[in-house]
């Protein structure tokens, strides 16, 4: 299958475990975020958004905290599966939508 | 309903050649974005077209270029390739765009350029 980084952070989690992602973001008028799952050889996936007015969102298994305060996005995937191995961006937008440079998220079995 | 479909899928030329890539939405979807990814840049915003015009436009050269027909398909067109323009091309597809991005965009499994 096709890499889609060569040098992305990598977070390894045991499968059943919770994971844990996070993004910061870099502008402050941002008002859209989005949270996309891209496996090899594919396109990015939507998995779950948040509106600036909201600090929380959920979706099944997986949930979105957004801290404007410090500019910080987070994604949170209960009890990780093999099927969610993967790399995972987070977008930020505003008149231009910009993506993170994403994170490999590795299931250890 | 199709997703997003992309041709061709991989695509191999050399520098100072032109090439065109071609995007399908999903139907009913009126707005289509193209990014461009690569390991060292990540997912880079192209532009983004809506009922035929473009709406919204990243930081790419001229070389750089799309269109949208009335059927709401997309093609882009790179002209003069440099190595550098050796990448994943993505085309995303939502709704009605609504001009800020604000909505949900589909993406297809893109097409990978290699200029030689």
């Known amino acids: 299958g096709e890499s889609v980084g060569l040098h992305l952070p990598t977070l390894s989690v045991q499968e059943g475990d919770n994971s844990i992602i996070n993004c910061a973001y870099s502008?402050?008028?941002?008002?859209?975020f989005i949270w996309y799952k891209q496996e090899s050889g594919k396109g990015p996936q939507f998995i779950i958004d948040?509106?600036?007015?909201?600090d929380k969102r959920q979706g099944q298994r997986v949930t979105v905290l957004l801290n404007k305060t410090v500019k910080h996005l987070s994604l949170q995937i209960a009890a990780t599966q093999p099927g969610d191995s993967a790399v995972y961006f987070c977008?930020?937008?505003?008149?231009?939508?910009?993506f993170g440079k994403g994170t490999r998220l590795h299931i250890l079995p | 309903k199709a997703g997003v479909t992309q041709t061709p899928r991989y695509l191999i030329k050399t520098r100072g050649q032109q090439v065109t890539l071609s995007c399908s939405p999903i139907s009913g979807h009126r707005s289509v974005s193209w990014y461009q990814q690569t390991p060292g840049q990540g997912l880079q915003f192209l532009f983004e077209y809506f009922s035929e015009t473009q709406r919204n436009k990243g930081n790419f050269p001229g070389r750089f270029s799309g269109r949208q027909f009335s059927n709401s398909r997309s093609e882009m067109n790179v002209s003069t390739l440099e190595l550098g323009d050796s990448a994943l091309y993505l085309c995303?597809?939502?709704?009605?765009?609504?001009?800020?991005?604000?909505?949900?965009?589909?993406f297809g499994p893109g097409t990978r350029l290699l200029v030689l």
């Open positions: 502008n402050s008028a941002s008002d859209y």
């Open positions: 995303a597809s939502s709704l009605t765009g609504t001009g800020t991005l604000q909505e949900t965009q589909y």
């Open positions: 977008a930020e937008t505003d008149d231009k939508i910009i």
């Open positions: 948040i509106r600036s007015n909201m």
